[in-house]
């Protein structure tokens, strides 16, 4: 499974920025997705996750009700709705696949992964 992450760039504070990870050499439609980052010099963390069929969803606290998972299973596309953004939201965002097709907020239960998107939120 291959995956191409987009859409990232350089937005003010309060700004919003859609992200979007194409996938390809795999059964989209049964895969777990989620959303990661990392920040210069932290550790990768969790951002939010969807299950295969896009009915259950997982966001960690730093960012819900703020940023919106969805996925299009026709267009193999799972993508990030991030609003209100502020400069702790920078950082390198990726995106992976749970072969399992649950919406695990473990990193470690992720079986592929994409090079990521860099995301920088000015103040």
């Known amino acids: 499974v291959q995956l191409q992450a987009s859409g990232g760039g350089l937005v003010q504070a309060g700004g919003s920025l859609r992200l979007s990870c194409a996938a390809s050499?795999?059964?989209?439609?049964?895969?777990?997705m989620g959303w990661f980052r990392q920040a210069s010099g932290k550790e990768r963390e969790f951002v939010a996750a969807?299950?295969?069929?896009?009915?259950?969803?997982a966001y960690a606290d730093a960012v819900k009700g703020r940023f919106t998972i969805s996925r299009d299973n026709a267009k193999n596309t799972v993508y990030l709705e991030m609003n209100s953004l502020t400069p702790g939201d920078t950082a390198v965002y990726s995106c992976?696949?749970?072969?399992?097709?649950?919406?695990?907020?473990?990193?470690?239960?992720?079986?592929?992964w994409g090079q990521g998107t860099v995301v920088t939120v000015s103040s």
């Open positions: 992976a696949v749970n072969i399992g097709g649950t919406a695990t907020r473990n990193r470690y239960e992720y079986n592929y």
């Open positions: 969807i299950s295969w069929n896009g009915g259950y969803l």
């Open positions: 050499g795999g059964t989209f439609r049964r895969y777990g």
